[in-house]
RNA sequence: GUCCCCAUCGUCUAGCCUGGCCUAGGACAUGAGCCUUUCGAGCUUAUGGCGCCGGUUCAAAUCCGGCUGGGGACGCCA
């Protein structure tokens, strides 16, 4: 049977290429009907923090990804150090300063990637490395190997910053008379700039990109296509599809930049195929994380406000100024709106507010027919009153459609709104 | 410095293994047009690429070699 794992360090939160390299770990295990292992390498006492374990956990299960098996290496010390003692005991190892060496035996490693193909080593960097620290705990390499074996993992899928840990590790494998798993090696995530995807590129974490806005799904399809795709031109995939179609060979070799502008449109397609209520749900919980809501909103007029804008989302926190002035009456014309205002039409505003003010019916195609006899009447062009009424109603100089903004912000919002438009034109 | 990985439009990729069907396909981004009350969305369309040099071959994006370029690793971190 197939058993992958995916083992990360709680020194720091879940990032881009951690999570790739767990969806594709998890992927093939899904694919194979086999299993998943989470190893938390928190051996390194000092950096490792238990609020960045909760965050990974966190952001795994988010991301729709589940566990079959989880261990701590932390708790399990004696397991490496009985395996060092053996080495010891073997001649292949020695203690020295308290801690345990390990005596690397020459010759040339040729491992056979399963992403790679074959991949030679001629020499190592060193002749021997540290497996036990001084403080008891053990190193990388070493619980690496140990666990890996001991776990029974047949596939170790890792980023291919750990080419060069390979030949080390093989060489414990033999000194330890295990069985060496398949390695697969995926390729880096680059920032956009070409180096390592750090500091200088905004997001980076899971939990960030959450924040930001970004749904899990969009995430996990966007993560897909760097360095793999269906070859079929296809460019959005449901997980399900994609465990059936996912193999680990298929993986391409070179590293790929992380493109905001291909995750946004993939996102803002999430969002917009969403249905109503599921999209209403989500929104509701992310801008309630925000604190934007005010208290006591109407589930269903935030299901109509949510209509009207989800359209045009990019990422949920687009909703949140755009749509403020749905839920509160506090907003001010923004500067760039202020332009439209410069003509006062203050008579017009008045004689279509009332025209609104008698509809039996306040709903879209009512107003629709209304508001276009309205600009008739007086001689002027639709869109000379629509711009004008979509700053009264919005403060914005761009928003929703008008007239299915105004039928959900309801006649006596509208009316009230069109009031205040009327009075900034008397006090300007 | 030593070792290793990679190389198709600006970006992500299909094609490469099993040379001819490739005047290299798709997506994002960008330009133009249509639609339109703004923005967006949608639709149509355009621009744009096999890093270079050799070799093998009737034929190379595809095979081989070199070069160049990019990336990674060399911790009692993981």
Not at 60 to 77: A, P
Not at 209 to 225: Q, R
Not at 319 to 334: G, K, N
Not at 364 to 381: A, H
């Amino acid at each position: 049977m197939v058993r992958v794992r995916f083992a990360p360090s709680p020194t720091g939160y879940l990032h881009i290429g951690g999570a790739r390299t767990c969806l594709f770990n998890w992927l093939y295990a899904r694919h194979c009907k086999g299993e998943f292992i989470l190893r938390i390498e928190d051996t390194d006492r000092e950096r490792s923090k238990k609020e960045y374990l909760d965050e990974i956990l966190e952001s795994i299960s988010w991301l729709g990804m589940d566990w079959d098996k989880i261990f701590y290496q932390s708790q399990r010390f004696n397991i490496y150090k009985e395996y060092a003692q053996k080495l010891i005991t073997k001649g292949k190892a020695y203690q020295k300063d308290d801690a345990i060496f390990f005596k690397y035996e020459f010759q040339t490693i040729q491992i056979n990637d399963l992403i790679r193909g074959k991949i030679v080593f001629s020499q190592l960097p060193k002749e021997e490395e540290v497996i036990i620290k001084k403080d008891g705990s053990p190193t990388y390499n070493f619980s690496c190997v140990v666990d890996d074996a001991l776990m029974g993992i047949t596939h170790v899928i890792r980023g291919e910053d750990h080419i060069p840990n390979t030949p080390k590790q093989i060489l414990m494998y033999k000194a330890l008379g295990f069985k060496e798993p398949l390695f697969a090696h995926v390729p880096l995530i680059l920032s956009p700039e070409g180096g390592r995807l750090s500091k200088r590129f905004g997001a980076t974490s899971i939990r960030e990109f959450k924040e930001a806005g970004y749904l899990a799904e969009s995430l996990v399809n966007y993560l897909l296509l760097l360095s793999w795709s269906p070859k079929d031109n296809r460019e959005i995939l449901s997980i399900k599809e994609t465990i059936e179609l996912f193999d680990i060979k298929d993986v391409n070799k070179s590293a790929a930049e992380f493109s905001l502008e291909k995750l946004d449109w993939i996102n803002s397609f999430y969002i917009k195929s969403k249905n109503i209520d599921e999209l209403a749900k989500i929104l509701y919980q992310y801008t309630k994380d925000k604190n934007f809501l005010p208290t006591n909103i109407d589930l269903e007029y935030f299901k109509k406000v949510v209509f009207l804008f989800r359209e045009r989302l990019i990422k949920l926190s687009d909703f949140l100024d755009r749509a403020r002035f749905c839920f509160y009456d506090d907003y001010t014309y923004l500067e760039e709106a202020k332009e439209i205002l410069n003509k006062n039409l203050a008579g017009e505003i008045e004689f279509l507010k009332n025209r609104l003010n008698l509809l039996p019916n306040f709903d879209k195609e009512t107003i629709e027919k209304e508001f276009r006899e309205v600009c008739k009447e007086l001689n002027l062009e639709t869109k000379a009153l629509v711009h004008p009424v979509r700053v009264a109603i919005s403060g914005r100089r761009i928003g929703p459609g008008l007239f299915e903004t105004l039928e959900v912000l309801g006649k006596d919002k509208v009316i009230q709104r069109l009031d205040r438009l009327i009075k900034y034109w008397q006090n300007n």
